[in-house]
């Protein structure tokens, strides 16, 4: 998928009036043993209970690691020492059509805590926890890609 096209979620539904492109910036933090993170939306937000990979929106004037360094010390405690931009996607949800800027993470300090009251699992594949935030899905497939992993990346 090239930046220019964009993937629709539940096509059915019917979509907020709003629909600029709202930036998010996206850390998929790994571990040395290849494992990477997943949390769990938390209650309230958009597909609460879904597994996503942490981050959030960006504010105005912030870059995505501005944005991706400030998340993820709101949301699980921790900061971030390298952030490497790795793929985009752009989703059209029924709440907001939004651009992903998904980045690794190898360098991080600080112990996890989960601040907003989340579940968090370290990850192989294929991934053990579920439902997978439709948005989430293709970095799964780009870790099977990447690691010639063959089968279903995660159960639905
Ligand atoms: N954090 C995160 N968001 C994702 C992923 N995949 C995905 O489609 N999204 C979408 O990106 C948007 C991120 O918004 P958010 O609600 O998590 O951001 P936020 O923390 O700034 O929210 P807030 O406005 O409640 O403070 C949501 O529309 C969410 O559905 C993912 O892997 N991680």
């Known amino acids: 998928m090239t930046d220019a096209e964009v993937r629709v979620v539940d096509a059915d539904q019917p979509r907020s009036i709003d629909r600029s492109l709202v930036q998010v910036a996206v850390g998929v933090l790994m571990r040395g043993d290849d494992a990477f993170l997943l949390t769990s939306r938390p209650e309230g937000k958009a597909y609460a209970g879904f597994w996503e990979f942490p981050g959030g929106k960006l504010e105005a004037g912030e870059t995505v690691e501005q944005a991706l360094r400030r998340e993820l010390q709101e949301e699980i405690g921790i900061t971030i020492h390298d952030c490497t931009l790795w793929k985009t996607e752009r989703i059209d949800y029924p709440h907001a059509l939004v651009q992903l800027n998904f980045c690794k993470v190898t360098q991080w300090s600080g112990e996890l805590q989960m601040l907003e009251s989340q579940s968090f699992a370290w990850q192989q594949l294929p991934v053990a926890v579920k439902p997978v935030l439709p948005g989430t899905v293709p970095v799964l497939q780009w870790f099977a890609q990447e ?9 639905v």
């Not at 690691?147 to 159960?155: C, I, K, L, P």
Request: aromatic share 12%; hydrophobic share 35%.
């Open 147 to 155: 690691r010639a992993f063959v089968g279903e990346t995660h159960s």
